[in-house]
């Protein structure tokens, strides 16, 4: 066996230790990417939202006014009947 001299041990025990610094930072350095990243995300997704929340109220909007011009050529067809019913209607000459 080989017998370790105390500067041997210290030398080793430095080592780890540099080692372990060199572990930590790169652990530090993935969890700030993780939280950019995981910000970034929180950014998009009320990005959409609120495009999202722009299509349906846009999309309420057409509803609506297809909702009145069917109503208006209803109404229009019913008053085309009254017209010809009071001209005369199916009046045989």
């Not at 995300?41 to 929340?53: C, K, L, P, S």
């Amino acid at each position: 066996m080989t017998d370790r001299t105390p500067e041997m041990e210290h030398h080793d025990l430095r080592a780890r230790v540099v080692g372990l610094e060199h572990g930590a930072a790169s652990k530090e350095n993935r969890l700030s990417a993780l939280e950019a990243w995981r910000s970034q995300m929180d950014i998009a997704t009320a990005v959409r939202d609120e495009q999202y929340r722009g299509i349906k109220e846009d999309l309420k909007s057409i509803k609506g006014t297809l909702s009145r011009l069917a109503w208006l050529m209803i109404t229009g067809i019913a008053m085309g009947f009254v017209a010809f019913m009071i001209n005369g209607g199916f009046k045989v000459p």
